[in-house]
């Protein structure tokens, strides 16, 4: 008399079919969530000094501006403007929005004529820069590093659709773990 609680062994065929069909799965929805959601990058300049700090390891969150526009004071990747030649992609602090008039003068950021407090900033930015007025469909972005920063105060506005995503969170180094707001 044969157990009838135990089932018979799966061809060797069907592991290995099973085993290409998860592995295949994985690499897409890997593909998927790097491409649409979030993806991993790392900081490879002084530019975001002191928010920034070479080699920090960060999440970048590619769906939120799918349904919210970018805010001033956003940390932002984008791919550089076309005109510079450079594929790899930038990391900035976002200043000005489409409209805004933007101007550096002695040492001070103003936005619309407005000062802006930046506690955020490595030194007073010793250049003057404008003003410009931000156009549409386009954004004015900065390093928190203003004096080392190769950024729109160079090379002008970055178009929107440039955009990758906003930086949200810092995983490494482990002791600067945390949000990046």
Do not use: C
Request: glycine share 8%; proline share 9%.
């Amino acid at each position: 008399m044969t157990d009838s609680s135990s089932t018979p062994p799966r061809p060797a065929k069907g592991i290995v079919r099973e085993m290409f069909e998860t592995l295949g799965l994985s690499v897409l929805l890997a593909l998927g969530i790097r491409t649409f959601v979030a993806e991993a990058r790392y900081i490879p300049s002084g530019s975001m000094l002191p928010t920034l700090e070479i080699n920090d390891r960060l999440i970048i969150d590619k769906v939120s501006y799918t349904f919210g526009d970018p805010q001033r004071g956003d940390i932002v990747v984008f791919r550089p403007p076309d005109a510079l030649g450079q594929d790899e992609a930038f990391i900035k602090r976002l200043v000005g929005l489409p409209g805004d008039v933007i101007e550096v003068k002695n040492g001070q950021l103003y936005i619309n004529g407005a000062p802006q407090a930046e506690p955020y900033i490595a030194a007073k930015p010793d250049y003057q820069y404008g003003p410009v007025t931000v156009p549409d469909d386009a954004y004015l972005v900065l390093g928190d590093n203003r004096n080392k920063s190769f950024d729109s105060h160079y090379w002008g506005f970055l178009p929107a659709d440039h955009l990758i995503g906003r930086a949200v969170f810092r995983f490494w180094p482990l002791d600067r773990l945390g949000d990046l707001d």
